[in-house]
């Protein structure tokens, strides 16, 4: 709501009197005035152009008539008509009564309890300090009652409606509505369609929604839908439309070879709502397409997360046309491979080992950021501890050396640790290449089958020796609880506290959790780290506050919990979870849940 506000900052009346060799000359906001009122009650009409009209005091009756005029009603209680076209109206101090009439206009009515119309277009309202009745009418409107007890209504059209401080009465009416009454109790209505309310404590709430479907994109354009790589990167410009029943928060798009890896990138990082709402508005940023990929049509694919953090996707099969008369051939390739020591004694100090790399690539070249990954043994299997990037230090993209330190903790688990080499070229034809040491490939290939490994950094190397500690003992759930563990259907976000109770002979490392829905694509996650609130890492209890977003659809969400030590996790799941049957999970008893449901309820 805050950015939605932003757009009708309109600064307050600021009548502003500069000297004159023949007689004064007013402003209104650094704009000249071209039309001026008195000090007493005027009636002042534009002219079918652009004006300002400044009333200056007295209780004025100012109109626009043609025009995108600006209209400053200065002191006084007055009464101001927009006119035709796109106005900017300032009430001034009083009780003022505005019309903004045609046109998509901005008005801030200022101090007192002011009336506002904005009749038709697509209006931003301020209504300022005062008790004030605004009434957006027809159009896609932005109303904010600012301070005061305001009654506030949308109108026709999708608004976004906030009152502010006081006791406000917001009224989305016909449309599907944005509604916030603000930190006070307010009184906030719906009214016909899908509206989205934020409710404060206190607050009495009417026909608000829920969400209840995933996010959709309809519709896309592309400006070039065509481009040629034969020479040199392009960049066309996408725009999505995207609809949802409650409203999107982000949108990403890439873009796909119906044959090949991800060929296309956007710039930008996510994409920008550049028209239309949060229910029904159009999308847009760039993609950029490398040199030497595969000619041929390519698919542009939009991932999008809505307001409750239900994710989707959807894809546009075949609608970028990319020529090229130079492919990359070959992927990219670990030539050589060396640490600067293979063996590391972490018992009492950290200790850091130095990867250098020789990366080579036939046209493309390395792209992106290769990455140097450090794996570790744990309980019979190998876990990734981060990666660090791949800095290059000589030669070219074609052929360069490149080299990355890694530290090793003190304390760590001893044992046989391995290194990977994670890079892609400039082309992303080939998909990212994954070169694993000796025994993280033998590991993998003996979980998941034959070639599964990836491939094997020159010469076998990649392994070295760690001499640290070690850890035979898995951590133990032993009491999960959940405060409270039924919700009512809210407009405004709530919160529920998990406490998970566990144990483990070394020392518990971390406690993750997050609820699932009964159909596993709503997620509820905890707004921050888990908090050790009592005991220690050897037994303690680990606290989760867990965010349920306002509009969050009603039903039934499992816990999903994961304790682990440095060399073991143990994963847990509510009773009927969507997970229960998955490889690896433990259903939680009813002993571990202490008598509780171990379930959160919402509506």
């Known amino acids: 709501m805050a950015a939605a506000a932003a ?62 005029d600006i209209i400053d009603g200065g002191l006084g209680d007055d009464t101001i008509y927009g006119g035709f076209g796109d ?49 957006g009418s027809t159009g896609n409107d932005v109303v904010v009652g600012n301070t005061g007890n305001d009654t506030l209504i949308g109108g026709t059209g999708d608004d976004t409606v906030s009152g502010g401080p006081g006791r406000d009465k ?52 592309l400006s070039p839908a065509a481009v040629d790589v034969t ?43 550049v028209s239309g709402t949060p229910r029904d508005g159009w999308w847009s940023g760039t993609l950029k397409v490398p040199m030497y990929v595969d000619p041929g049509a390519m698919t542009v694919n939009v991932f999008m997360t809505d307001r409750v953090g239900r994710q989707s ?59 140097l990954c450090a794996y570790r043994p744990a309980n019979g299997d190998y876990v990734q501890l981060g990666c660090d990037n791949l800095q290059q230090v000589s030669g070219t993209a074609r052929d360069g050396i490149w080299t990355a330190s890694h530290v090793i903790e003190a304390g760590e688990i001893g044992g046989i640790w391995n290194f990977a080499v994670w890079v892609e070229d400039a082309s992303s034809r080939h998909g990212m290449q994954y070169y694993n040491g000796p025994d993280l490939r033998a590991y993998v290939e003996a979980r998941d089958g034959a070639g599964t490994g990836g491939l094997p950094l020159p010469g076998g190397s990649g392994r070295f020796v760690v001499t640290g500690t070690g850890d035979s003992n898995a951590p133990v759930l032993s009491r999960l609880t959940m ?40 997620h509820l996650y905890s707004s921050s780290d888990p908090t050790l609130v009592s005991g220690t890492r050897k037994s303690g209890v680990w606290r989760h506050t867990v965010t349920v977003p306002g509009g969050t659809p009603p039903g039934t969400y499992f816990a999903q919990v994961v304790v682990e030590d440095a060399t073991h996790w143990t994963s847990y799941v509510s009773p009927g979870s969507p997970y229960a049957g998955t490889a690896g999970q433990t259903v939680l008893s009813p002993t571990q849940l202490g008598g509780g449901p171990g379930v959160l309820t919402i509506g």
């Not at 006070?184 to 719906?190: E, F, L, Y």
């Not at 995207?242 to 956007?266: F, K, N, P, R």
Request: charged share 15%; hydrophobic share 35%; with cysteine.
């Open 313 to 371: 996707f959807d894809g546009f099969p075949e609608v970028l046309a990319v020529a090229s008369r130079s492919t990359d051939l070959q992927p990219p390739v670990v030539a050589s491979f060396s640490l600067s020591r293979t063996a590391l004694d972490v018992r009492t100090t950290a200790k850091t080992v130095t990867a250098t790399v020789r990366l080579t690539d036939d046209r493309a070249g390395i792209g992106g950021t290769p990455y």
């Open 170 to 221: 917001v009224n989305g009416n016909d449309g599907n509505d944005d509604l916030l009454g603000g930190p006070d109790p307010d009184v906030i209505s719906g009214g016909n369609g899908t509206n989205w309310c934020e409710i404060a404590a206190g607050d009495i709430r009417y026909s608000c929604k829920t969400d209840t479907e995933p996010a959709q994109a309809v519709a896309v354009s």
């Open 87 to 135: 106005d900017t109206i300032y009430g001034g101090t009083g009780n003022d009564k505005i019309y903004a009439q045609q046109g998509n206009d901005k008005v801030n009515a200022g101090a007192g309890n002011d009336y506002v119309l904005g009749y038709s277009g697509n209006d931003g309202i301020d209504g300022g300090p005062g008790d004030d009745v605004i009434d």
């Open 231 to 273: 020479a040199a990167p392009q960049v066309t410009t996408y725009r999505i439309r995207v609809t949802d029943d409650t409203g999107v928060t982000s949108v990403q798009v890439g873009a796909q070879h119906q044959t090949e890896g991800l060929i296309g990138y956007a710039t930008g990082g996510m994409a920008h709502l």
């Open 483 to 522: 405060t409270p563990s039924e919700l009512p259907l809210s407009g405004a976000p709530q919160q529920v506290v998990v406490d998970v109770t566990a144990t483990d002979v070394e020392g518990v490392g971390n406690v993750s959790l997050y609820l699932s829905s009964a159909t596993g694509d709503v």
């Open 7 to 68: 757009f009708v900052a309109v600064a307050a009346s600021s009548l502003a009197t500069a000297p004159s060799a023949s007689a004064a000359v007013y402003a209104s906001n650094g704009a000249r005035c071209t039309k001026v009122g008195t000090a007493g009650a005027d009636t002042i009409t534009g002219t079918a152009g652009p004006d300002v009209i400044c009333g200056l005091g007295g209780n004025d009756r100012l109109v626009g008539l043609g025009g995108n």
